[in-house]
């Protein structure tokens, strides 16, 4: 949903809560020792689980979320990854009709049971929407709709949280043919990054 389509007080809102969002899940060197996916020690991060697990945030990520699927027109969504999990279950849980339908995507089929790849009552006759808590290079969301077209899925877009303006991702999915939704862009070249713009 464009910003040019919101009024200014429902813009103020969103941008409000993508910087309590970011507030919650910024996570600095000096308050722990965080490292890179080398293990090489890093200044930042932002763990989407913290403000994800509090109730209060769940409910009211979820109502914001299920407010622009639903006015697109989408009526289900699919997680990939921890990160995306709680996002998912936010959106099943907001108040509303017509109710979501939601998935978890695995990173390959389970060998028993079902062995299935996308758990939950998704119907391959419907589109689906990836959400995810942040896209960065889109490497990870480009994986994910890759595994949902194999299984026979049409992925119609990505909504996150966070989007880091900075790694191209954006670009990556919507050469894809995919829409981008996020709460708030950030930009390491704001001196406040929860001050960059959101739409």
Do not use: C
């Not at 490292?35 to 020690?41: E, I, N, V």
């Not at 907001?94 to 060998?111: I, S, V």
């Amino acid at each position: 949903m464009p910003q040019s389509a919101l009024t200014s007080n429902a813009y103020a809102e969103l941008l409000d809560l993508g910087q309590r969002l970011y507030d919650r899940a910024l996570v600095r060197r000096e308050q722990e020792l965080i490292t890179d996916p080398r293990g090489q020690p890093i200044g930042w991060l932002l763990d989407t689980r913290m403000p994800m697990l509090d109730g209060n945030l769940f409910r009211e990520v979820g109502s914001v979320l299920a407010q622009r699927l639903r006015a697109r027109g989408v009526g289900q969504v699919v997680g990939f990854g921890f990160g995306a999990f709680p996002l998912v279950t936010s959106v099943l849980s907001a108040a509303g009709d017509p109710a979501f339908a939601g998935g978890f995507l695995r990173e390959q089929r389970k060998p028993h049971g079902r062995r299935r790849i996308v758990e939950g009552p998704v119907d391959r006759s419907y589109p689906v929407v990836l959400v995810d808590d942040i896209l960065n290079s889109g490497r990870t969301a480009s994986r994910a709709v890759a595994l949902l077209r194999n299984e026979g899925f049409r992925v119609e877009g990505l909504m996150t949280l966070f989007n880091f303006t900075w790694s191209g991702g954006r670009a990556r999915m919507e050469a894809q043919g995919l829409w981008v939704d996020t709460l708030l862009d950030l930009n390491l070249r704001d001196s406040q990054p929860g001050s960059s713009d959101s739409y």
